[in-house]
């Protein structure tokens, strides 16, 4: 991840304006990138309107730890060049970009937690308002247009697996199994 970052980031390096953020670009290393990773997690359980929000003094907003983790330009400019994978156009999957990040969560879970009895199979959507050939739209989920997900959950809403619908596909029943485990 940090490597692909890395690399787009300089990819991407063209002509640039005066106040331009790449200027102040430094490459990332993986103790950068595990602090970014944990910001993004914890801005997961606790919802601001914006990700400026995070860093503001105000005290209705105020939450010294991101602004002592890392200063919110370099939160943006990573956030802005993240990357899982070096761009390759010869892979036929959709997924090819994030498919490693999803085997690994998948295989964790299977390794280290054991579910309870209870369950269930949840339909989700995923805010996504770019171009994607299986984006999908559903009008009556939250976010109308993204990308839709099966997630395995048990009864206490922990996600066991997750699968990403790509489309229409021959085979059209989901199963959520590994080679040692069947859920």
């Known amino acids: 991840m940090v490597q692909a970052t890395n ?13 331009a953020r790449f200027r102040y670009w430094k490459d990332t290393t993986i103790a950068e990138m595990r602090k970014f990773v944990g910001l993004l997690l914890y801005m997961g359980l606790t919802k601001l309107p ?12 105020n939450l010294p730890l991101f602004r002592q983790i ?12 993240l990357h899982f994978s070096e761009n390759d156009d010869s892979s036929t999957s959709r997924l ?19 579910p309870e009895a209870d369950l269930s199979i949840d339909e989700s959507m995923v805010l996504w308002r770019g171009r994607l050939v299986f984006r999908q ?12 997900l099966y997630e395995l959950c048990e009864s206490s809403g922990i996600v ?16 959520f199994c590994t080679a040692r485990k069947l859920y």
Do not use: C, E
Request: charged share 25%; no cysteine.
């Open 50 to 61: 914006t990700i400026a929000h995070y860093w503001k003094l105000d005290p209705l907003y």
């Open 160 to 175: 066991m697996k997750i699968r990403v619908y790509k489309g229409k596909v021959k085979d059209h029943h989901l199963v």
């Open 96 to 114: 090819h970009k994030i498919q490693p990040i999803l085997d690994r969560f998948n295989n964790i879970m299977a390794d280290l937690y054991y």
């Open 137 to 148: 739209y559903i009008k009556n989920k939250k976010h109308k247009y993204g990308v839709k």
């Open 70 to 81: 890392m200063s919110r330009n370099r939160f943006q400019i990573l956030l802005r060049y």
């Open 7 to 19: 690399n787009y980031a300089h990819r991407m390096a063209g002509p640039l304006q005066k106040h």
